[in-house]
Structure formats: C-alpha cells, structure tokens
C-alpha cells in the first residue's frame, strides 16, 4: 500500500479534477491489491519449487484416456476382461482385477500395480501384451505422473455403459447399419447401437446380443467359414474398433483400436486369414487373428467405404468416395 499512502499524502495541493482523479486511482489501486490477495495461493503455488521431470497439468481425459484407449481398452473393457481387469470404468480402473492388488493409488505410483505392470524390466513391459505395442517412456511417464498428481478423473461424464447382462434398450427401433447372413444359410447379424443381433434366419428368433465397446457400427461380414464375425465399428470422430466375435461361442475374440474415426466396408480373404477394412481415408488389411496390420494404404482423398479381395485373396480393393 506504498502507492497509496504516498498519493493520499500529495492530495491536499490538487485541484478537485485532480483529486477526483487521485481518488478514482486509488480506488483502482485498492481495487487491485483486494485482487491480488485473492489469488495469493495461487501466486504462492506459481512460486513453489516444481520438481523438474513433474508435469502439474497432467489430464486424465486429454493425456491419458488417449494412451489406455488406445494400448488397453482392447483386452480390458466389459466385453473383454482380461486378468478379470476393466479400465474402461473409472472406479475398476482404480480397482485393478484378479490380482486383488489396486492398480491404482491415487498420489502414490509406488503402490500402484498398473505402473509396475507398464514398466520395462530388462527391457520388457508386462503390459500392453501383443498384439499392442510397448509404451514409449514418455506415455509412461505421463501415466506416472497423473498418479503422482492424485489421478484425477477430469473426463466428462460418458454415456452409460453397455455389457452382456446390461445391453442398450430401445425407445423405437433401432437404425440396422448392417446385415450378413451365414454362408449355411442359418443366421443373421445385424448392426445396431453398441451390439450385433443375432437371429435365427428362418425363425427369426434373437439368438444373441453381442455388446461391444464401441457405440456405432458401420459394417459386419462372416468369416468364410461363418465361424467369426468381424464387425467394423467405432466411435465417430474419436477411435476406430475391430472386433471379431466367435459366433458358436458369442465370445470376443479381439477388439483392436484403429484410427480415429469409426471404421468401415470390412471383409474377409477368401482363405479366412486376414481382415479388409476402410479406416477414415487409408484402406487397411490385418490379420485375423494377431490383428497384426499387414497391409496400409493410405493414398485416398475421401473416405473408403468398402472393400473387397480379389478372388485369389491376394489383394483388397475398395470402393471410396473418390474413385
Ligand atoms: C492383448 C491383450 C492385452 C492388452 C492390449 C493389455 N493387457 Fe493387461 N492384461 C492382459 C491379460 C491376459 C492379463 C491377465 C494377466 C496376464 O495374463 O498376465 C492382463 C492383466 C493386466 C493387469 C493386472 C490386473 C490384475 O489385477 O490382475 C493390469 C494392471 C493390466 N493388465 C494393465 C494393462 C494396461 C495398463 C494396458 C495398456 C497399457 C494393458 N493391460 C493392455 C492382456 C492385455
């Protein structure tokens, strides 16, 4: 309040503009220091020592989401619980699974099982296993930062999640996006909201609702010999899904995140080995049972929409917007 003492002090010589004037700046200056004490922690935390690897702005749903999204959700998720381990809901995020041991502490990454399963010894990171591949150091630092900050959930509320004993219910039909029928003649699968129905294609009858993760499903194909499903899939503007389902068994069998937008025109090489598919411009072929990529092609101006092998099953074509 030096300011303010000193200009008081010169008032009395003013004219009664000038003291106006005086009298609005030390309002100001009043104004400004009332300001400046309400973020004084703030000041106080800017000046505190940060430890120089810390990160402070680490965010769940910006920094980290991305990372499990990506390396993880495909073998811990509800349709898919590896080591009985989802991640794909906060609280079992923070939970852990069979090992009974909590995957993550909060403030402490010491204690937090998830960090010793992502961390390299002897060069070697128990997860993410194949076919994801091993986390760079500075997605692992990120994780271990995020812990060490208190693992804060900053993710918007998402919608309710979906599994085999909680599928979707419907107000009105649901929008089918996609239909094949079993190369027998049998079944029936059609895409919905988060699921695939399956029926009985002379009774009609649902025979089952295979729930995934992803809520929008462009395409669905049988496998040659009907025993798999691949169902293109995704969440529009955010991440690809493959997911290929063990139709005898209803299990799912792999769920692998591709690209950033929801996938497209999936298809089979006629031997049953490898998987087709569009993924935003890029046509891409894996293998179907690793999901290993074996074929990119990323050479299109507009979006593929579907593919097809040639007969010999050497290579997928494709039909885009473009060509
Ligand atoms: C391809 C499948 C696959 C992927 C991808 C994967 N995991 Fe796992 N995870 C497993 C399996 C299988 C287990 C069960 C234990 C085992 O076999 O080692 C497991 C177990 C775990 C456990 C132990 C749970 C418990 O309490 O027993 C943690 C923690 C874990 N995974 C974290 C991760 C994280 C983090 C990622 C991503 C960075 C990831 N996993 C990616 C397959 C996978």
Partial sequence: MRTSASASGRCG???PQSRLAIAVALLLTIAATGAAHGDE???????????????SSISFDRDVLP???????GCHQNGKRQGDYRMTEFAALLAGGESEQPAIVPGDPAASYLLEQITPQDGHAAMPQAPAAPLSAAEIETIRDWIAQGAVNDAPASGPSYDAEHPPLYANAPVITSIDISHDGRLIAAAAYHEVILCDAESGERLARLVGLSPRINSLRFSPDSTRLAVAAGTPAEAGELQVWDVATRQLQLSLPLGSDTLSGVCWSPDGSRIALGSGNSVRALD????EEVLFQGAHEDWVLD???T?????????????
């Fill in 307 to 309: 593919t097809a092998f």
């Fill in 13 to 15: 010589r003013r004219s």
């Fill in 288 to 291: 179907a049972n690793s999901g």
């Fill in 311 to 323: 007969a010999d099953g050497t290579w997928p074509t494709r039909a885009a917007h473009s060509s």
């Fill in 67 to 73: 990372i499990f999204r990506r390396s993880c959700f």
């Fill in 41 to 55: 922690p703030a000041t106080e935390a800017a000046e505190a020592p940060v430890p120089p690897t810390a990160d």
